[in-house]
Nanobody
Framework: VQLQASGGGLVQAGGSLRLSCAIS????????IGWFRQAPGKEREGVSR???????DYLDSVKGRFTISRDNTNNTVYLQMDSLKPEDTAVYYC????????????????????WGQGTQVTVSS
């Protein structure tokens, strides 16, 4: 399983970006795809997740601003980020969860087995 994240860049506060995560194939036992981010000196945190059935979860600080979606025809998951803030600056990663991942723990990196390489998002004030 290989993941390729793209779409990052430099944007002013209040602007928008759309991240894409292209996935080579889905494991038979997976349930969800997550987006994580990691800012310098901070731990990696879960931003959003979408399940096979389209059920979504969000970090509280991005609710109402970020939208996760998926296109099953081309194995791609998107993260639409609107009203961006400087505190959203981080490297963003997409990941496929592991077998028997626990949904209520979707925001924990340990629940994910396959990771992309990350894409930098920088929001200027």
């Amino acid at each position: 399983v290989q993941l390729q994240a793209s779409g990052g860049g430099l944007v002013q506060a209040g602007g928008s970006l759309r991240l894409s995560c292209a996935i080579s194939r889905f494991p038979l036992d997976y349930d969800g795809i997550g987006w994580f981010r990691q800012a310098p000196g901070k731990e990696r945190e879960g931003v959003s997740r979408i399940s096979k059935l389209g059920i979504t979860d969000y970090l509280d600080s991005v609710k109402g601003r970020f939208t996760i979606s998926r296109d099953n025809t081309n194995n791609t998951v998107y993260l639409q980020m609107d009203s961006l803030k400087p505190e959203d600056t981080a490297v963003y990663y997409c990941a496929v969860d592991r077998d028997k991942a626990v949904r209520r723990r979707w925001f924990e990196p340990s629940q994910y087995e396959y990771w992309g390489q990350g894409t930098q998002v920088t929001v200027s004030s």
